[in-house]
């Protein structure tokens, strides 16, 4: 067993909740999908500090998974928690849920990942707490874990790769 502090998931919670206004949307009278993705960095980036108490930095985002539109007049509710950690990394979930707020209906609309860095004043990494899940949720979302670091690793290497064969100079066309 660990001897670094430890912290449940409720500790690092973050709600955010918008209306959605027609200059909040495109053409299809949705939200734009880059201010949903502004949304979710922001709260995400919140539960990474309520957990660490230190300076971060987003590492990657995982993931954003847009399984249902959300439409105009209704309201977007994002909720974060740090789900899983390294050593100085902490894997944050966001889910996003839309409502109607004429008839109260409300789904699950998308549903985020990412990763955050705790690092001091200098830029080094420094250890953050470990993260303890109680609800039901919780368990399950930080069961995925493993899963969901290998993957971003095999990701990372291809990144990489593809990275190296990639021409910096920016083609002007006119």
């Known amino acids: 067993m660990s ?13 955010k909740t918008s ?8 053409n299809h009278s949705t939200l734009f999908g880059g201010k949903l993705m502004t949304y979710i960095d922001d709260t995400a980036s919140i539960s990474a500090s309520r957990h660490c108490r230190v300076g971060i930095v987003t590492a990657s985002t995982d993931s954003v998974d847009f399984l249902r539109p959300i439409k105009s007049d209704h309201s977007v509710c994002l909720e974060s928690y740090v789900a899983a950690v390294g050593r100085s990394s902490m894997e944050i979930f966001v889910k996003v849920i839309s409502e109607n707020l004429k008839t ?18 200098d830029g080094k990494t420094v250890e953050v707490p470990e993260i303890v899940p109680e609800s039901a949720e919780e368990k399950m979302i930080h069961a995925g874990r493993e899963a969901r670091a290998n993957a971003r690793k095999e ?16 083609l002007w066309l006119f």
């Open 3 to 15: 001897n670094r502090e430890q912290k449940f998931c409720k500790e690092s919670r973050v709600i």
């Open 104 to 121: 109260g209906d409300r789904y699950l609309a998308a549903t985020s990942f990412l990763t955050f860095v705790a690092i001091d004043d």
């Open 155 to 170: 990701r990372l290497k291809a990144s990489r790769v593809l990275a190296e064969s990639l021409n910096t100079e920016v």
């Open 19 to 26: 209306r959605v206004f027609p200059q909040d949307t495109n």
